[in-house]
């Protein structure tokens, strides 16, 4: 019941707000919004203690949906350990940040309802998503979190870079989904079914299928497996399919929080645990993720490094984090790859909520070269962004160092070429991954001011209706770690997780998590300090260094900061070969043949008639002569046909 009640709670919200919000007013919505999503951070954490305090799992099955032939699908909520955690998180998560967006938007000169509802209505999306008992419902919430993606980083509709960010974010997504719909179908086409209760018995019995493709035979799970990671990919913004998350930044920060730390872009990492039965049999499939997860951790760690808007740096951190994540999917550790999901929730959000707090004061200014020594000016944010800082870097005992370094951990642990593949980026991307945190840090808090006299002026601390989610966000960096580390990887995690997530019989890595050498335990809190050091070097005791790095490596440091050149790469590859194919079907196809030829028919027959009508002059002379004229033609074609 008070798992029903978590998941529609933010759906009651949504609807009052958006359609009631002109009546209720601003205030009235978001009320009914904060106090939807207030019932769901109570229901979501109690079912899911009530779970690990022996409750058994269950499916909450809500009613026939589709029924066409031999496809029957029901709406029906999955009630176990995995969703359990995930629903717990998200509604808290969710619900903080929607008491912090009451302050954020307060200064919005728009109606805010329509706002408010579209973050309830993103939160309903994802409860759907991680909560489905079927992958047609997964993929129900999973289109569902991409629309109020859209609508949320488009929500300055005015701003042109708003909408250009929306529709990238739109289109890069749909252009990954369309093999995760192909792999909904060939799971249906092979299991007659896309209930988890029937594919996931049935896994090693087709573990010998095989499709035939391009004159080719392949394993037909490892076909599944790659098509369902590619969908993945998109909502998580793994290597390739990262370029929309940047530009998502166009949105309010509240949004840039919400879809980035606790909700769509762990989606991916939700759909490899959640299919962990099936992609345990699907090992080349496994390989490629950690490939992709390890180089994504990497590659967005180095672009991290010299961005200079607060947002865009902590961006490109969660798609080095998520990163992570997939690393540790495809060694097989999804216990630690979910572990790393939670904790980043926590540290994440904060990261996001305390650059809002920080623009909030700056007067919505977001380039860290105009900041500075803003420490003494806003103290709280100051305190609880160093906190989040030290989770993300890993830094004993905080909440990262737990979950990260487990990840680090069991790639190594994992004993194969690719697992060591990802252990040497993952500890190059620890490193980078302190350097540009407490870069950030010293060039927004510390150091001489950069900022303009006047906007100093104003810069105040934020109101507590910010700074209150702000310290409990803050809470769980510190302890979250500690607290769940037992439950997700400790010695009894079968127990917990109770067969939600599915290992194979010779995948051990979390039983090894604890056998690697002790440098492979120390070397992320090695590289972590290394990384702080020389951020205070170049950004604190010698600021002008920097600078002649970049003047004296001016084409690595071009390379980096234009982010690979992956947005100019497909500009030329996809953007503008699509632009000129839809001018040749504009100019050619509408204009010429569509529009043409009717268009040109109408002129013919409009030209005949004014021709036409000059022969009705009212003289009978005239008619009589073409009277005359016909009867000649008629007698002639009549002489012929004989």
């Known amino acids: 019941m008070l798992f029903g009640i978590a998941v529609f709670a933010p759906l009651a919200g949504a609807l009052v707000s958006g359609l009631l919000g002109k009546a209720i007013g601003d205030k009235g919505a978001m009320g009914a919004s904060v106090l939807g999503m207030v019932i769901a951070a109570i229901c979501g954490p109690v079912a899911f203690f009530q779970l690990t305090g022996g409750a058994d799992p269950a499916v909450l099955d809500l009613g026939s949906w589709i029924e066409s032939g031999r496809f029957h699908v029901d709406w029906a909520l999955r009630y176990d350990t995995l969703s359990a955690v995930m629903v717990a998180m998200v509604s808290f998560v969710s619900m903080l940040i929607h008491v912090y967006s009451i302050g954020y938007m307060g200064h919005e000169a728009r109606p805010r309802y329509r706002f408010f ?7 309903f999306a994802m409860l759907m998503l991680v909560t489905a008992d079927n992958l047609t419902q997964l993929f129900f919430g999973w289109e569902g979190v991409g629309l109020c993606s859209y609508l949320l980083i488009g929500y300055w509709y005015d701003r042109p870079s708003a909408n250009a960010a929306a529709i990238k974010a739109f289109v890069v997504n749909r252009v990954a989904d369309l093999p995760f719909a192909v792999g909904l179908a060939l799971i249906f ?3 007659g079914s896309v209930e988890f209760s029937t594919i996931f018995p049935a896994v090693a019995q087709h573990g010998a299928d095989t499709y035939s493709l391009f004159g080719s035979t392949f394993s037909a799970i490892e076909v599944i497996g790659f098509l369902l990671f590619i969908g993945a990919m998109g909502k998580s913004a793994q290597l390739g399919f990262h370029v929309w998350l940047p530009d998502a930044m166009e949105g309010p920060t509240p949004v840039s929080a919400l879809i980035h730390a606790a909700t769509m872009v762990t989606a991916g990492v939700f759909l490899m645990a959640r299919m962990s039965p099936l992609m345990e049999y699907a090992p080349y499939a496994l390989g490629f993720v950690t490939f992709v997860g390890a180089s994504t951790a990497l590659f967005a760690a180095t672009v991290g490094c010299c961005q200079t808007d607060i947002k865009r740096v902590i961006a490109y951190s969660t798609c080095s984090q998520l990163g992570y994540m997939f690393a540790a999917a495809g060694v097989g550790a999804y216990q630690a790859s979910v ?19 920080v623009i909030h004061a700056m007067s919505d200014e977001q380039d860290m070269r105009k900041m500075g020594g803003l420490a003494k000016i806003i103290p709280i944010t100051c305190i609880v962004m160093w906190i989040g800082n030290l989770a993300l870097a890993g830094i004993p005992w905080f909440a990262g160092y737990y979950s990260k370094d487990a990840i680090i951990s069991a790639t190594y642990a994992a004993g194969t070429g690719i697992g060591m593949y990802a252990f040497i980026c993952t500890v190059l991307a620890a490193f980078l991954t302190a350097f540009y945190s407490w870069r950030l840090l010293f060039m927004t808090f510390h150091g001489t001011s950069r900022a303009d006299h006047h906007v100093l002026e104003h810069a105040h601390e934020s109101p507590w209706v910010m700074l209150g989610p702000l310290v409990v966000l803050a809470t769980g960096a ?4 500690w607290a769940l580390h037992g439950w997700f990887i400790g010695s009894d995690w079968p127990h917990f997780w109770n067969g939600a997530i599915f290992n194979g019989p010779h995948n051990q890595v979390i039983e090894h998590l604890e056998d690697v050498p002790g440098w492979v335990e120390l070397a992320p809190l090695v590289v972590g300090l290394l990384g702080i050091g020389v951020a ?8 002008l260094l920097p600078m002649r790095l970049a003047q004296q490596f001016g084409p690595i440091y071009r390379f980096v900061l234009n982010k690979w050149y992956f947005d100019e790469l497909y500009n030329v590859i996809f953007v503008q070969p699509a632009i000129r194919l839809a001018r040749l079907f504009w100019q050619v196809g509408d204009v010429t043949i569509i529009d043409g030829v009717p268009n040109g028919l109408a002129e013919l027959t409009s030209d005949g008639s004014r021709e036409v009508v000059k022969i009705q002059t009212g003289s009978l002379a005239v008619y009589a002569f073409a009277m005359l004229i016909g009867v000649v033609v008629l007698i002639g074609i009549f002489m012929l046909s004989r």
């Open 478 to 481: 510190v302890f979250a770690g």
């Open 189 to 191: 086409f092979k299991f």
């Open 339 to 357: 572990f790393h999901l939670i904790t980043h929730a926590f540290f994440k959000a904060l990261l996001f909520l305390s650059a809002g707090s």
């Open 536 to 543: 205070y070097v170049m950004y604190i005791a010698n600021p």
């Open 117 to 123: 509802a579209y973050l309830s209505l993103f939160t």
